[in-house]
């Protein structure tokens, strides 16, 4: 369906798109993704590969990304049970999108670091 047969208000359609773009632009959710595209992992081992992220801030993510079903949650019962965290095919496919942005911003950290310079050096922008 294009965007412009709809049969939901565009100004619906835009708080609903909104509202995913907040979940999946989260950098914590971005990164998350980027790292669960190389495979499954272990909740211990994404908080290791990710610095800064507190426990709870990882749950609470890994949560939203699983009632979005980007993730799924896969529990092994053992002592103590093992918990592995995949991305779905739906997160599969925003893996590739989220690359490309992140590619981006590689490609341009010196330049955005430059333009920031300048606009910070302007005494009244």
Not at 1 to 10: C, L, N
Not at 16 to 45: C, N, T, Y
Not at 60 to 79: A, F, K, M, Q, Y
């Amino acid at each position: 369906m294009d965007v412009t047969e709809s049969t939901v208000s565009p100004s619906s359609d835009c708080r609903r798109v909104s509202q995913v773009l907040s979940r999946i632009g989260d950098k914590w959710s971005v990164l998350v993704i980027m790292l669960l595209h190389r495979g499954p992992h272990r909740f211990s081992a994404l908080k290791r590969s990710i610095g800064g992220i507190s426990q709870r801030m990882l749950t609470l993510t890994l949560r939203n990304l699983e009632r979005d079903g980007l993730v799924s949650r896969t529990v092994t019962p053992s002592i103590p049970p093992r918990v592995d965290y995949e991305l779905t095919e739906m997160g599969r496919s925003l893996a590739e999108p989220v690359k490309a942005l992140g590619a981006w911003a590689f490609q341009h950290l010196d330049a955005i670091g430059a333009a920031q310079t300048r606009y910070d050096g302007q005494a009244d922008p």
